[in-house]
């Protein structure tokens, strides 16, 4: 079974600086997704940035980037230049390529984003 | 905002009861899936539907059931419910299943069972 793990509960950063945020997943598949979502207090997901994992190159959004690393089943976000918008709990999520018919998301348990002033 | 609504925002029930929950799907999107999570936790994936039928489901018992309507959007019905349901749920809408389109939440209805 695909397992997401987010060994970092919480994490701090101050404002303009750089903060990156773990994630190690597991999985038999070869071809599959990996996203990152924020939820802020507001209890909203949004999508920050999402990687195929068939293309070698790091996605990219803005302030947004992720280190993905296959072999070692590892796909991490950095935030640059973090603003107070910034702060809220981000969500690891893997989802099979082809997954039968559902693009199911399992996602890890969070980690818990405060920036400060 | 992703065009996602859920109704409604919070509820208390006790245990035993019936609740059914609501969600609107963007504009365009005919695959809903729903998930639900516990305080301090990640989603944990229900089931999903795609043009009215189920199109797969997650570790969760029969009391979990759904429907999705011909305009594609949702509902979530838990019956006989226990104290642990108590959880936020939350639906998620993307275009089309089998295909990894991106999923757009709603804001999700915190459920209270006591």
């Known amino acids: 079974a695909q397992t997401v793990t987010q060994s970092q509960p919480e994490m701090s950063v101050q404002e303009a600086e750089t903060v990156t945020l773990s994630c190690t997943y597991d999985?038999?598949?070869?071809?599959?997704?990996l996203f990152w979502y924020k939820q802020p207090p507001s209890r909203q997901m949004i999508l920050v940035i999402r990687?195929?994992?068939?293309?070698?190159q790091n996605a990219t959004e803005n302030r947004f980037s992720v280190n993905f690393q296959k072999a070692a089943k590892s796909f991490s976000l950095k935030i640059s230049d973090s603003q107070l918008g910034d702060a809220a709990m981000y969500f690891c999520a893997y989802s099979p390529r082809y997954g039968g018919a559902t693009n199911k998301l399992i996602f890890g348990t969070g980690t818990l984003l405060a920036v400060q002033p | 905002e992703t065009g996602v609504t859920q109704s409604p925002t919070h509820l208390i029930k006790t245990r035993g009861q019936q609740v059914t929950l609501r969600c609107s799907s963007q504009?365009?999107?005919?695959?809903v899936s729903w998930y639900q999570q516990a305080l301090g936790q990640g989603p944990q994936f229900i089931f999903q539907?795609?043009?009215?039928?189920?199109?797969g489901r997650g570790n969760f018992p029969p009391r979990f059931s759904g429907l999705q309507f011909p305009n594609y959007s949702s509902e979530l019905n838990v019956n006989a419910l226990e104290l642990d349901d108590s959880a936020l749920y939350l639906c998620a809408s993307s275009r089309r299943a089998g295909r990894q389109e991106t999923q757009y939440f709603g804001p999700g209805t915190r459920l209270l069972v006591l």
């Open positions: 539907y795609y043009r009215e039928e189920e199109n």
């Open positions: 990687q195929e994992a068939y293309k070698q």
């Open positions: 504009s365009g999107h005919n695959t």
């Open positions: 999985t038999s598949e070869s071809d599959y997704y």
